[in-house]
Each structure stands twice: as C-alpha cells, then as structure tokens.
C-alpha cells in the first residue's frame, strides 16, 4: 500500500511554461511534505517542503500547495527551463519520525 | 565541501554472495539514513542511524539485512546471500539531527545488481 502517490509518471511541457506535479498520500499522521529532484547517475536533491500547518510555501520558481482536507500537495514551477528536466519524487515525514516516504516520481521533461 | 559519498559506485555479484556498501556522510551530521530504489519506484527507508545506535530498522526487508555505524560516522550496509530481487540502487543519505525538517542529503548511491 503506497502511502505516497505520484499518479503521472512523466510530463512534458515546453519551457517557459509551467510545470505542475501533484501527489497525494494517503497517512494523516505526515506532516511535514518535501520534493526532492533527481538527475540521472546522481542522489535525490532537495527543492522545497512544506509544513501540515501552511498551505503554500514559494522558493523562486517553486511554490509547492498543500490541501490538507484533500490529501494533497502540488509543486508548481514557472517559467520551466531545460535545466529542470529531471524526475521530482514527492516525499513525506510524520512528527515523531525521521524517514522519508517517498511517491514512485514524475519524469519531467521541458523542450526548448 | 565534501556531500555524501557511497563506494562502490557499482556492485556486481553472483547470487548467494555476500555484499558491502559504503556511506561516508558529511562530517558533523548525527543522522544517517538507507534507502533502497528499485527500477522505476521511488526510494524506500531501509533503516535509520542516530550516532552509533540503529533508531529505527523497521524497512530492512529480512534478516539477510544487516547495517553498522560503529563510531558515528561512516556506516556499511551488509545483505548476506543476495538474491537477484536485491538488485536496485542503495542511496545514504544524512543530516544534521534527526528532525523532520532537517534536510537529507543524498550521495550518489551504489548499484547493486545481483546475478
């Protein structure tokens, strides 16, 4: 039972424009949700997180939301470069706990 | 600075043998983390170091799992008798503490694949 839901396995989008990954998850006791990007041949990077009591939290060109009552968190990102083509993973942590679970990840590809 | 750094970067091995990776975290962080990432799937929390002591190993998948971090600070992940399903990337990460919003910091992983 995937607690962590990344339902599009890839987007492609053309650059400049904006690029939105959902995710959703299934545990009420997370509260604290992150993206993290990956590059081939390398480790999961952080990009931004947010805390169960905000809504949104906005880092340049990354504003992730979050719907508590629905489960629900997106990451936006505008304007999409080529240099953000990467796969994103959607990870979640509860209070009393250290260790990500992490979504399958979205593939996100972003043509000149 | 130095960021996590895992040896081998590749692993290649006969199933039945016995395997060891490598975690050099980044100096000064307590925490210390293994995650394993099958083909196509997100990572998944194999176990959990604060300083020396396991905190929470409840992702090992068996018994043929085995992880140390003897004095705090580099860490080997042992899986004794490989099976060809342990062939995925085995990614360390650390941080500062153990908090929910200290930042993990990954290393490049190690790829397992077991023949």
């Known amino acids: 039972d995937q607690q962590v839901k990344q339902n599009s396995p890839s987007l492609s989008v053309q650059e400049g424009r904006i690029s939105i990954l959902n995710c959703d998850y299934t545990?009420?006791?997370?509260?604290?949700f992150l993206w993290y990007k990956k590059y081939p041949a390398e480790g999961p990077t952080f990009l931004i997180s947010?805390?169960?009591?905000?809504d949104k939290n906005e880092d340049g060109r990354f504003t992730v939301f979050l719907n508590k009552s629905a489960k629900h968190l997106s990451l936006h990102i505008v304007p999409s470069q080529p240099g953000d083509s990467a796969v994103y993973f959607c990870a979640a942590i509860g209070a009393a706990g250290n260790k990500l679970t992490f979504g399958g990840g979205t593939r996100v590809l972003v043509k000149p | 600075g130095a960021g996590v750094s895992q040896t081998p970067s590749n692993k290649v091995t006969e199933k039945g043998k016995y395997v060891e990776l490598r975690c050099d975290p980044i100096s000064g962080h307590t925490a210390l983390y293994w995650y394993r990432q099958s083909l196509g799937q997100g990572p998944e929390f194999l176990i959990y170091f604060q300083g020396t002591g396991a905190a929470d190993d409840s992702g090992l998948p068996n018994d043929r799992f085995f992880a140390v971090r003897p004095e705090g600070s580099v860490s080997t992940l042992k899986i004794q008798r490989t099976e060809r399903g342990d062939s995925a990337v085995y990614l360390c990460?650390?941080?500062?503490?153990?908090?929910?919003?200290?930042?993990?910091?990954f290393g490049p992983g190690t790829r397992l694949t077991v023949l």
């Open positions: 545990n009420s006791m997370f509260d604290y």
């Open positions: 947010i805390s169960s009591i905000k």
């Open positions: 990460a650390s941080s500062v503490w153990g908090l929910a919003s200290n930042e993990q910091f």
